[in-house]
């Protein structure tokens, strides 16, 4: 079963080249990860307890390749983590652009932990990544229909970039499952289910490229793209909730299994269909 989406809040993000900084003090050293290593970002108000302090680092202007924005802040940081043998990445200070500082604000420490996947409260889809059980992390309780063994709760939204490129603008569309958001029973942790919870992740995606694909092919400019992004995200929004609704209908939450199987193929096409629109 879907649970419940959300429009993010549309910021402006400015073009410059912020250069990543580490503070050494007495952390601990271990060997460096592997590029391809699990890395968990928790943001501020995640709270964190644990691990093995490796360093601090933050991101200040200077001649390093453009990374502006806070998602490609955190890229680096991440990178910057699995050099000095981290997989956990808290942010502790995020600040947006002013007049004295044209880039978006980061600091965050850096840690070792055992588990890493057990810290992660969020992830964006992707094909590599199919969900498990372990990532439904909310209370199994707060599901007090009978007939529901598990909840789903994904998100997509918009960030609206009108100065990285002067007269111009651009929408980013994410789409992120969202871990203690989501539950599921413990006598209904199954395959079958699992599949079709999985399923409405996809249908997130579809719709989130769905509404890529429409951004793509509309003139956007600083003076047009709040208003021409806003109605396209809740056009899509709208359609989105109906089909997650009907897909639960004619599948009874996963019981029907021909139907379930004729969904599966549905999306699987709707998603081939609009790979050009993945990211």
């Not at 993000?13 to 890395?39: E, G, I, R, W, Y």
């Not at 890493?116 to 992390?137: G, I, V």
């Not at 539950?183 to 999985?198: F, G, R, T, V, Y």
């Amino acid at each position: 079963m879907k649970n419940v989406l959300y429009l993010l809040t549309a910021a402006g993000l400015f073009a410059c080249s912020p250069k990543l900084q580490s503070t050494d003090h007495s952390f601990a050293t271990f060997p460096a990860l592997p590029d391809t290593a699990f890395v968990v970002v928790l943001e501020e108000e995640d709270r964190f307890t644990g691990g093995q302090k490796t360093g601090i680092i933050q991101s200040t202007d200077d001649h390093i390749a453009a990374a502006c924005a806070y998602d490609e802040i955190i890229t680096r940081m991440k990178q910057a983590a699995r050099q000095k043998g981290a997989n956990i990445v808290k942010v502790t200070a995020h600040t947006n652009p002013d007049r004295s500082h044209r880039c978006e604000y980061v600091s965050a420490g850096l840690y070792r932990v055992d588990h890493p996947r057990t810290y992660e409260r969020k992830f964006p889809w992707s094909a590599d990544r199919p969900l498990t059980w372990a990532d439904y992390k909310g209370n199994a309780a707060s599901i007090r229909e009978r007939h529901v063994g598990a909840r789903t709760s994904c998100r997509f939204g918009i960030k609206i970039d009108t100065l990285t490129t002067p007269g111009q603008a651009r929408v980013i569309v994410t789409n992120e499952f969202i871990c203690y958001q989501s539950s599921a029973k413990n006598d209904q942790q199954k395959p079958a289910i699992l599949a079709h919870e999985q399923l409405h992740f996809d249908l997130c995606e579809v719709y989130a490229r769905s509404l890529r694909k429409t951004l793509s092919t509309t003139p956007l400019t600083p003076g047009n793209v709040t208003r021409i992004s806003k109605d396209a995200f809740l056009e899509t929004y709208r359609l989105y909730r109906e089909q997650q609704a009907l897909y639960d209908a004619e599948t009874e939450h996963g019981l029907q299994t021909a139907a379930q199987e004729q969904w599966t193929r549905k999306v699987k096409d709707a998603l081939a269909s609009m790979e050009a629109y993945a990211r």
